[in-house]
Nanobody
Framework: QVQLVESGGGLVQAGGSLRLSCAAS????????MGWYRQAPGNQRELVATISNGDSVNYADSVKGRFTISRDNAKNTVYLQMNSLKPEDTAVYYCNAKLVVIKTWEYWGQGTQVTVSS
């Protein structure tokens, strides 16, 4: 079982920056992959960025060059640094963890709202 708690969302003007944090209730060293997803009103949840326990990263095309995902195993925390924010980045951002033990176990945080004004 993994509990995930996001923080760092808020209201920011276009062109600004925010850093989201996702604190896990247990060591993330052995969690196979962690990531950030987002869901805007009326849209499906979509992948933003993922990072594996080998530090391989993957980004949605829409955020490449603007967002950076990282993990701090000592703090059991994953971060999403978001720069050059655009109004279309407005969404609820969710932290995700995938743990492979016999099968894949998936966990979600409660979400944090990011609003980018134009």
């Amino acid at each position: 079982q993994v509990q995930l708690v996001e923080s760092g969302g808020g209201l920011v003007q276009a062109g600004g920056s925010l850093r989201l944090s996702c604190a896990a209730s247990r060591s993330i060293f052995s969690i196979n992959a962690m990531g950030w997803y987002r869901q805007a009103p009326g849209n499906q949840r979509e992948l933003v960025a993922t990072i594996s326990n080998g530090d391989s990263v993957n980004y949605a095309d829409s955020v490449k060059g603007r967002f950076t995902i990282s993990r701090d195993n000592a703090k059991n925390t994953v971060y999403l640094q978001m720069n050059s924010l655009k109004p279309e980045d407005t969404a609820v951002y969710y932290c995700n963890a995938k743990l492979v033990v016999i099968k894949t176990w998936e966990y979600w945080g409660q979400g944090t709202q990011v609003t980018v004004s134009s």
